[in-house]
């Protein structure tokens, strides 16, 4: 995420907690919403950490990537949301000091990995399609779990330098605003790295994928007049090929609509610009959000994580051995 720099100084000197303005019912109200929005992000992203991690079909490379998706998403719901939502609702920081220092490092790293994870999905669905033969020697869980590891660690060494750089691990603090600082060039070097690049590549993959999965089809169907038995086979493999495309790209297609209103206000709307706030606001939510839909897009789409809740709602991940349960 990328701000403009902010005169902390100035902050300090003009911000005060302003006075609450709604009515106590829809005071509560906000935070009945907030507290069930953080909650089924949390249990949503939770049930796809169980699902992945406990049954032994789904240690495949692709949903490992989807469980480090998880994993940043279930960070998001369970600290970011919460913190950012209470702010937003009070108009005031009351938590301190320190706990601001690392929600604005979670905020930052949580986001960097989501990023990068959705970067490695579309890259491990164009290996897997344009170069099946490779994929399948040498694209094994082991690989992706260190690329997922490096990418965590990439992350958490990036963010704290880009925050240690402009000064946000001091002391000095305006009581009552959390905020961080960001200078130009590192705001340009951070737009860069965490949204031009990862989407240009994002982008420029699932144009590929769909390409050979159209190709794909088209090369199946004419294989159709010479073997029937073979025909069925065959189309049963299109189907999947394109079935998993398409789930993919739905989720990809959901990112970047989350994604892309924050980054068009980063770089539109100055952040000094106090008429359009609310603007901000709403842009920060929708990219906050992402982390909720997404397993609302596993639950609606992918069968193997409906045979998984049914399994987890039944308790019959309880029983011996339920780890090797068919779930595909």
């Given at each position: 995420m990328n701000l403009t720099a902010v005169n902390q100084i100035d902050v300090c000197q003009e911000y005060s907690c302003p006075e609450r303005s709604v009515s106590f019912s829809v005071y509560v109200i906000l935070y009945v919403a907030a507290a069930a929005v953080s909650l089924l992000t949390v249990c949503g992203n939770l049930l796809v950490i169980i699902s992945v991690s406990h049954f032994k079909q789904l240690h495949t490379p692709a949903n490992i990537l989807i469980l480090s998706l998880a994993v940043s998403d279930l960070l998001t719901g369970l600290f970011v949301m919460p913190l950012h939502l209470t702010l937003l609702i009070e108009s005031c920081w009351t938590s301190g000091a320190v706990m601001c220092w690392v929600f604005n490092f979670v905020t930052f790293h949580a986001t960097s990995v989501s990023v990068h994870t959705v970067t490695l999905i579309a890259v491990d669905r164009f290996l897997a399609l344009s170069s099946p033969f490779f994929y399948s020697e040498k694209i094994s869980p082991t690989v992706i779990c260190i690329a997922t590891l490096f990418n965590w660690l990439f992350s958490l060494i990036y963010k704290f330098t880009l925050l240690y750089v402009n000064g946000n691990f001091t002391d000095a603090t305006c009581p009552g605003e959390c905020f961080y600082v960001v200078n130009g060039v590192s705001s340009f070097i951070d737009l860069i790295v965490v949204f031009l690049m990862p989407c240009t590549v994002i982008i420029i993959l699932y144009i590929h994928v769909?390409?050979?999965?159209?190709?794909?089809?088209?090369?199946?169907?004419?294989?159709?007049?010479?073997?029937?038995?073979?025909?069925?086979?065959?189309?049963?493999s299109d189907k999947s090929e394109r079935k998993a495309a398409i789930l993919l790209g739905i989720l990809v297609f959901v990112f970047l609509l989350c994604l892309l209103p924050y980054y068009i206000c980063s770089l539109v709307i100055p952040y000094s610009n106090n008429d359009l706030f609310y603007v901000r606001d709403v842009a920060v939510i929708f990219f906050f959000l992402n982390s909720t839909i997404n397993p609302i897009i596993y639950a609606l789409f992918y069968p193997w994580f409906q045979k998984s809740l049914k399994l987890i709602f039944t308790f019959k991940v309880l029983n011996k051995d339920s780890s090797l349960m068919n779930v595909l």
């Open positions: 769909f390409v050979i999965v159209k190709k794909h089809t088209t090369a199946i169907r004419a294989l159709q007049v010479h073997n029937s038995t073979q025909s069925s086979k065959n189309r049963v």
